[in-house]
């Protein structure tokens, strides 16, 4: 516990209890880190799975309920400002962050039948524009001289091909090769930086059809859940793994494509 004492993360796209953006929150907040975590309600209820829209606050009760210091705010990350607008609100109430996780995503699904200039835009706005600025701006804030931690999520587009995901596979395919480049840059602050690949995860959106197609492609015998990305990141950030930086994990169980 001494090694992460006041130590304060950050993680993006937070709106549902069932989320991998709550998990990584409660393993987080388990482990002794403060949380300031950001949702956007509006994105969600567009979304089949849809959202009740205190789930953000009950997650924020549980947290507090911890022991760890917890903030959070809405914010929409299509907005240019929203990135600055968060690292400042962030360290006015809880101090400059130590980690960042870069959990928020737009997606929807398209194929090159119907792809559009705004379908592509959107996707571009929040899971690249946002995801390297805000990166930028923690690595700029950063005052420390090891410690500092960003991990992106991403989602294997370079195992296999996604069809009827276009918009949504090639922007998060960008998030790869932002991780590699940006973690030669900040490695000399003292800062790491990784992307997690958790493959097909349950965080609602699973239909019993889907999950009967996907268990027989998990060698475990089962989907992945929540906990499972939510327990990588942990140890990501941790300094057990102050040694990897520029890496790709995929901690998909053994998923066969």
């Known amino acids: 516990m001494n090694q992460i004492k006041d130590k304060i993360a950050i993680v993006t796209g937070v709106s549902r209890l069932k989320g991998i953006g709550a998990a990584i929150c409660k393993e987080l907040a388990e482990t002794g880190y403060h949380i300031f975590f950001t ?101 700029q804030r950063f005052d420390k001289k090891s410690g500092g931690r960003i991990v992106n999520i991403t989602s294997g587009q370079f195992q296999g091909p996604m069809p009827g995901e276009l918009a949504y596979a090639t922007t998060k395919g960008a998030v790869d090769a932002l991780t590699i480049t940006l973690s030669a ?28 197609q996907l268990q027989p492609l998990f060698p475990f015998g089962r989907i992945g859940e929540p906990k499972d990305v939510a327990k990588t990141i942990k140890f990501l ?14 901690a998909e169980g053994g998923f066969k494509r």
């Open 39 to 139: 949702y956007w309600t509006e994105y969600d209820k567009q979304m089949p799975w849809n959202i009740h829209v205190e789930e953000p606050l009950k997650l924020k009760e549980e947290l507090l309920r911890k022991g760890v210091k917890v903030s959070c705010m809405e914010l929409d990350l299509t907005q240019s400002d929203a990135p600055e607008q968060l690292i400042n609100i962030v360290s006015e109430q809880l101090g400059v962050p130590d980690i960042l996780i870069n959990n928020a995503a737009y997606s929807t699904n398209n194929d090159f039948s119907n792809v559009t200039a705004e379908i592509l835009d959107k996707h571009y706005l929040v899971n690249v524009r946002a995801t390297t600025l805000l990166s930028s701006l923690f690595a």
């Open 185 to 212: 840059e900040l490695a000399p602050l003292g800062i790491t930086v990784n992307a997690i690949n958790p493959g097909p995860t349950d965080t609602g959106w699973m239909t019993d059809e889907i999950k009967t």
């Open 237 to 250: 950030v941790s300094e057990d793994a102050d040694w990897i930086t520029g890496q790709v994990i995929h």
